[in-house]
């Protein structure tokens, strides 16, 4: 019952979104109505979805996102790139550019060019705006309707629960007519074309589209109740899989073999989602079931010593990583993460000299700043802690998780302005206004910087008029 309530809220939320455009004679949206829209549509998403926030995660996709999104003839939205945590195979776009990928299809693939495929074909979507496109399409539906149909289709895509989505549909009388909002053969078809035409100019070969879509069909054979969301959404595949298959053997007789993508960014962000994000058990049991069968690969070590980590089994953790280390051993991700499981361990000497060794190699790596300033909080160094973090923050704006623990370090060497302004910037990434406001007026009392009081003041007025529009 809970979950259907949950969809039944969301009508309602899809509801009062569409109707804000029902006084035009035709439900096709303007690049401003597109935008607007989107804000309504992120804030459902951010409420109801549980993303993998993880910096590493984000920056990576974003990354490879951002590179093909570089190859469009023009950008009318700011494109963002999101993973969804759950196992099941779709991938999907919002209006306005923000992009999404489940964990699970993240974790089927094997190499970047798969993934550089899948939101590449998503950034097409975007680019030849065939959202607005279906709605245009349903305006003679009604727009009631048509608010439970976009509820059960962005519903379905981004949880993959099929059946309470289906559910959503009927209750809004929209069963017989939801592949009106899906993309047309016509759509996959151009969303492919111009997908390969991106992937070629950032160096990818395009087999990657190939291979991942034929993953997603082979899931259908399993059975109806695992069919992939992405299968709806994103129809006829096997015209798609025919048509790529022709366009890369053109390709192939035009210019030969394509280099080889350089995959170990895409590897280590693979195994941090296996081994942090992915269901634990299935997870501990394959990459048993790894090391087992290839006791010399140190990837396999290294691996299952996360999986470990995660499940609190340090001392064996500890050990595989070694393991890694000794064919390996000057790999700052491996080593990072044996400071990291240090520090976890509460083992702080330990982990601050091989995470200054890490730093000494890598000194922007993210979460080696991270932990070295944590492990000096522990120590009681909090100076050394303020320092690092200050270091992750100018380095990656975008990790959040910097800006509360320097608001943290901030506050244990007595500044408590920076302390309560570094906590309220976290409050805002996190969407979490209402402490962000608390920390914000705080910090007015201890600032005695003009420019700070001013930055503080003009924050504080905009989140004042964000709460006063929700409220209205």
């Known amino acids: 019952m809970k979950r259907i309530q949950k969809f039944f809220i969301m009508l309602t939320v899809f509801g009062i979104i569409l109707s804000e455009f029902s006084s035009h004679s035709a439900y096709g949206l303007t690049v401003k109505e597109e935008e607007e829209l989107s804000r309504q549509v992120m804030s459902v998403v951010f409420k109801y979805y549980e993303l993998v926030e993880d910096p590493i995660?984000?920056?990576?996709?974003?990354?490879?996102?951002?590179?093909l999104v570089s190859y469009l003839p023009e950008r009318l939205f700011n494109y963002h790139f999101y993973?969804?945590?759950?196992d099941s195979y779709n991938a999907f776009a919002t209006p306005a550019g923000h992009i999404f990928i489940n964990s699970g299809l993240f974790l089927a693939m094997e190499q970047e060019e798969e993934l550089a495929g899948i939101l590449a074909h998503e950034i097409a979507h975007v680019y030849c705006r065939h959202i607005s496109q279906a709605i245009e399409r349903s305006k003679k539906i009604g727009m009631a309707t048509l608010a439970g149909m976009a509820a059960g289709v962005l519903l379905g895509a981004a949880t993959g629960e099929a059946e309470a989505g289906e559910a959503l549909a009927k209750g809004s009388m929209a069963a017989g007519q939801s592949a009106q909002l899906a993309y047309s053969r016509e759509n996959e078809i151009q969303s492919d074309q111009l997908g390969l035409a991106y992937m070629t100019k950032a160096g990818y070969s395009g087999e990657g589209l190939l291979k991942i879509l034929k993953k997603i069909r082979s899931k259908q054979w399993f059975g109806s109740d695992v069919v992939p969301t992405y299968l709806?959404?994103?129809?006829?595949?096997?015209?798609?899989?025919?048509?790529?298959?022709?366009?890369?053997?053109?390709?192939?007789?035009?210019?030969?073999p394509k280099s080889k993508v350089n995959n170990d960014n895409f590897e280590r962000v693979h195994t941090l989602l296996l081994t942090r994000y992915g269901d634990q058990d299935t997870a501990f049991a394959n990459l048993e079931a790894a090391v087992s069968a290839h006791p010399e690969d140190p990837q396999a070590h290294y691996q299952y010593g996360l999986i470990l980590a995660q499940m609190g089994r340090r001392d064996e953790a500890i050990r595989h990583i070694k393991m890694a280390l000794e064919k390996r051993a000057f790999d700052p991700y491996i080593l990072n993460d044996l400071g990291r499981i240090y520090y976890l361990d509460g083992q702080y000497q330990k982990a601050i000299s091989i995470l200054e060794s890490v730093y000494s190699i890598k000194p922007d790596y993210s979460e080696c700043l991270l932990y070295l300033g944590r492990t000096q909080m522990e120590l009681g160094q909090f100076k050394a802690a303020t320092d690092y973090f200050r270091q992750l923050i100018e380095k990656h704006p975008g990790y959040k998780e910097g800006f509360y623990f320097l608001g943290q370090s901030s506050g244990k060497e007595g500044n408590l302005a920076d302390a309560h302004y570094f906590l309220g910037i976290y409050y805002i990434k996190k969407r979490d206004g209402k402490s962000a406001v608390m920390h914000f007026k705080r910090a007015l009392k201890y600032t005695n910087d003009a420019d700070r009081r001013q930055e503080i003041e003009k924050i504080l007025a905009k989140l004042d008029k964000a709460t006063s529009g929700k409220k209205k």
Request: aromatic share 8%; hydrophobic share 40%.
């Open 232 to 256: 709806t959404t994103h129809p006829a595949v096997e015209d798609r899989i025919a048509y790529i298959g022709t366009w890369l053997a053109a390709q192939s007789e035009k210019s030969g």
């Open 83 to 86: 993973v969804v945590k759950t």
């Open 57 to 67: 995660v984000v920056e990576y996709v974003n990354t490879i996102g951002n590179q």
